[in-house]
């Protein structure tokens, strides 16, 4: 097993503690089964937010703790700009992932794959389309491009 650097799982615990907030604010403007969507969600980022605190504690090491508030990108007073920024947090909690995917071996990259996966399928209903991961251009993107 390698060592993998901690502060790559503390990135990715500290998205994890930022989805956390945010999906209180998302929820708060939503109603129908997008409120459910967000509660889910919002239960999915409690989940992996603890399994990575008690990672880091195992290792011997103190948690990343959560910020009191956080500094959202716009005001989230409609149901559009909630979906929006669900869209962008997952975006966000996918690229800490992809980095800990990249850091990780074992139980640990299985999980963080796990979880970039998730982000990246919710990013997908929030936004309406599938998102782009960093370094996959458009034309690599398409079968036309691919051997």
Known sequence: MTTIPLDVV???????????YAYGVIAAQLAGAPRRDAAA????????????????????????????A???PTSV???????????NVER???????DLVAAADG???GFA???????????????GQAPQFPGLTRASASPAATP
Do not use: N
Not at 10 to 20: D, F, G, P, W
Not at 92 to 98: P, S
């Open 41 to 68: 969600a919002l239960d999915h980022h409690r989940s992996r937010r603890d399994r990575l605190r008690a990672y880091v504690i195992e290792g011997g090491s103190k948690p990343a703790e959560p910020d009191a």
């Open 77 to 87: 007073l409609t149901p559009v700009a909630a979906q929006a920024l669900a869209a």
């Open 113 to 127: 794959a796990h979880a970039l996966a998730d982000a990246a399928v919710r990013e997908t209903g929030w936004r």
């Open 70 to 72: 956080y500094q959202l």
């Open 10 to 20: 503390q990135r990715a615990l500290s998205a994890e503690h930022a989805a956390v």
């Open 92 to 98: 966000l909690v996918a690229l800490a992932y992809g």
């Open 107 to 109: 139980d640990l990259r």
